[in-house]
């Protein structure tokens, strides 16, 4: 068969290239021949490097190695972990870097910076290769990392003398994914799903978030509680993982919610995934892959109907790749270790039917939605606490007043005073202690945003003839 296109077709016996068609076996002993070639001249004459490592590892005799690959985020994480690892269980020697292949000449080690907070990063060893003797066999051993810039891969390679002891190579890695687990600032940190860190409000707890005692119940019970109970829980033979889904209009409180609960999580690890974090099949499973490695780990997973962007048939997870991933993770049929998910939506009629109504995928669904009156006059009490307001403003009949308001809307209701009760005073912006907001400012700004809802609601058409209004023109007179 001859192949259509050109370029490396691997099914096909037969290569079509620009002189012409050759057959794929003369390919690979073109490749086989030019491998050898290369490694005849390296073995004649080894790179500095490859012999500055058989000196110190093996005293010039033969030198075994071991290599493992990761992309991000665990590549700058795994450089963290060969730091500590180092500190604690070897001696350094030195540390050299060498010019590209053949490495003839010694360059300096190059340093990368990696973020262990929020704001603070570390500056760790990249490329480089540490001559290091381990404190407790005496064993000596060449660490190098670098990165492979065009794919972003970064290589973790242990060298070491090749003798008659098995020597387990792969310990070393095992101890530095041990000490991620264990001790890195990733274990019971906040991060986004790239695995940066998140630079958190603390401040927020579920105190500013006003919902009933009955949805602050099941968010406590199934989030918190069960986040701080998971070991117990499961060692009685329970699942150990839980999926929770908050549904509300927007403006109800659940990202709030989820702040908060991000805050409360304690000693567990938490990353959050917005909807635009997802973009491919693949990412949610490699976000599952963190959050099991940095276990008890809670995930909120925000506007679910949104993965992946808008324009995909929700209803079934047949039809939308992402969703079904996300079943497929939660279903159980992968081991979801001490995985709590918190996913909010603001329709789950749209989600498929299998996420919601099957026990092991959902196991509550909580409504996060308008509150009620005393709810309302809650949230109006909170919002007006970091404005300068005047006393006895009547919150009891504003509260009254906004029914079918959301908590955002109460926000924005607080807001819109403020700037009345600045236009009203003239502020130019130099003088916000002199900003009183008064309880002609509420009646003004809740009469406004009443006028903006109804019209956005479509119960006022818009008037194309224009009725006397004598105020026009009055600035001018
Ligand atoms: N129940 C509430 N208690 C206190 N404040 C609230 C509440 N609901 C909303 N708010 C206020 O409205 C803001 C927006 O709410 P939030 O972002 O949590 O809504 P949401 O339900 O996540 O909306 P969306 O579905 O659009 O994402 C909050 O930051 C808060 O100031
Ligand atoms: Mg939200």
Same mark, same amino acid.
């Given at each position: ?111 990368? =910076?990696?973020? *262990?907070?929020?704001?603070?990063? $570390? %500056? /760790? @060893? ?5 001559? &290091? +003797?381990?404190? #407790? ?74 919902? =009933?005692?009955? *949805?602050?119940?099941?968010?406590? $019970? %199934? /989030? @918190? ?5 998971? &070991? +117990?829980?499961? #060692? ?86 992402? @969703? ?154």
């Amino acid at each position: 068969m001859v192949g259509l296109t050109g370029g490396l077709d691997m099914e096909s016996d037969e290569i079509e290239t620009p002189f012409g068609i050759i057959d794929e076996q003369t390919v690979k002993a073109i490749e086989r021949w030019r491998y050898e070639a290369v490694q005849e001249v390296m073995d004649e004459v080894p790179s500095l490097r490859t012999r500055e490592i058989a000196e110190f590892v093996a005293d010039g005799g033969r030198v075994r190695s071991f290599i493992r690959v990761r992309g991000r985020p665990m590549g700058p994480w795994m450089l963290l972990a060969v730091d500590a690892i180092l500190e604690r269980d070897f001696e350094v020697s030195t540390v050299e870097w060498y010019g590209e292949p053949p490495s003839t000449a010694h360059v300096p080690p190059i340093t990368k =910076s990696v973020p *262990v907070s929020a704001s603070q990063s $570390k %500056n /760790v @060893l990249f490329h480089a290769t540490r001559f &290091v +003797t381990e404190k #407790k066999s005496g064993r000596k051993w060449a660490i190098t990392t670098e990165e492979d810039l065009r794919c972003g891969a970064f290589y973790f390679s242990f060298e070491t003398a090749e003798d008659d002891e098995d020597v387990k190579m792969q310990r070393i890695w095992k101890s530095m994914r041990h000490w991620l687990r264990t001790e890195s600032p990733m274990k019971g940190g906040a991060l986004r799903a790239g695995g940066s860190f998140m630079d958190l409000d603390e401040s927020i707890t579920l105190d500013d978030v006003v919902l =009933s005692d009955e *949805v602050r119940k099941a968010i406590t $019970k %199934n /989030v @918190l509680t069960f986040l701080k109970n998971v &070991v +117990t829980f499961t #060692k009685n033979g329970n699942k150990d993982s839980r999926g929770v889904l908050l549904t509300g209009p927007p403006g109800c409180g659940k990202t709030l919610t989820s702040r908060a609960l991000v805050n409360r999580r304690g000693d567990a690890t938490s990353i959050y995934v917005s909807s635009d974090d997802i973009r491919e099949p693949g990412h949610l499973t490699s976000i599952y892959t963190l959050a099991r490695a940095f276990s008890p780990t809670l995930v909120i997973i925000e506007d679910l109907d949104c993965l992946g962007g808008a324009g995909m048939d929700r209803k079934k997870s047949a039809g939308h790749p992402l @969703l079904g991933e996300f079943l497929e993770i939660l279903s159980g049929s992968t081991d979801n270790s001490q995985v709590v998910t918190v996913a909010s939506t603001n329709h789950p009629n749209l989600l498929d039917e299998a996420l919601i109504n099957r026990p092991g995928r959902i196991d509550a669904i909580i409504p996060v939605s308008f509150p009620d009156t005393r709810g309302r006059r809650l949230i109006i009490e909170m919002e007006i606490k970091h404005h300068n307001v005047e006393e006895g403003i009547d919150i009891a009949s504003l509260a009254k007043e906004t029914e079918g308001f959301t908590g955002s809307h109460l926000v924005g209701l607080v807001n819109d005073a403020e700037l009345e009760s600045m236009h009203r005073l003239g502020s130019d912006g130099d003088d916000d202690e002199k900003v009183l907001i008064t309880q002609a400012d509420f009646d003004t700004a809740l009469a406004e945003i009443k006028e903006t809802r109804e019209r956005a609601a479509g119960s006022i058409m818009v008037e194309i003839r224009p009725r006397e209004d004598p105020s026009y023109g009055e600035a001018y007179r």
